[in-house]
């Protein structure tokens, strides 16, 4: 069961310079989980606790399992991804196991940073959702707070959670002790779109009449994700041309098929 819903990694290779805009929240995640683990006596020696839980909050695609994946970088961490969803289960008890599974897994593989994505399937105030006022999924949530108390003072595992529907979650979750520190990642402005465009352009062929100050522009509702996949499917508008160097116009033709297929998936969940 365990391999197959959580993501383990060694030091995944995700570097903050991979990590476009964002400059504040790196420097939060920084402060709040990669001090901890570097220097936990600093925390003791002033006297203040760091931080139990991380809460990352905004839209999709905009970097934040890149924050935790790069953080646990730093700190030579375990990765340890699970998503909310997959906690959810019919069966009584079984989200607690899998809840106390994980810890198991962070505690044999520490450092390690627990990276729980879309929280908000166990953490949804009752009225929000069907599956909140299940009280097999109140009990996973208890398990999971539980779990955190019991190792506040120790830097060696670290938890980051993240949602895309902040509105949603119960209050109860985010108490002192529990996901105390809130950072929100929204997407990118146009600097930051410029930035995400250089570095996944980096080892792409580009010709000179490319501008990703203009392309940035034009682009301006994209999401990281987004220009990730613009540069991907300029590349391929290159190759389907049969030519080796990618063009101001593939990067167009990119944007606009990258907008239209995220359309269709809008309509598809409507
Ligand atoms: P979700 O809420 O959908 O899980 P997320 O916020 O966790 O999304 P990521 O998985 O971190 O998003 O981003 C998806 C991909 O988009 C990344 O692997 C990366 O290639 C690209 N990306 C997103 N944001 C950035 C960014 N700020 N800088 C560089 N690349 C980015």
Redesign the pocket.
Known sequence: VRARVMEVTQSPEVEYE?????EDQLQEVRETVEMPMKKPGMFDDVGIEPPSGVLLH?P???????LAKAVANQTDATFIKMAGSELVHKFIGEGAKLVRDLFEVAREHEPAVIFI?EIDAIAAKRTESKTSGDAEVQRTMMQLLSEMDGFEERGEIRIIA?T?RFDMLDRAILRPGRFDRLIE?PK?DQE?REL?FQ??TRGMNVADDVEFESLAAEADEA???D??AICTEAGMFAIRDDRTEIRMEDFQNAWEKVQASSDETEDVSK
């Open positions: 991979d990590i476009g805009g964002l905004g999709p695609g905009t970097g934040k399992t890149m994505d993240a895309n990642v990118p930051g995400i570095i996944h999401s990281g994700a220009v990730k």
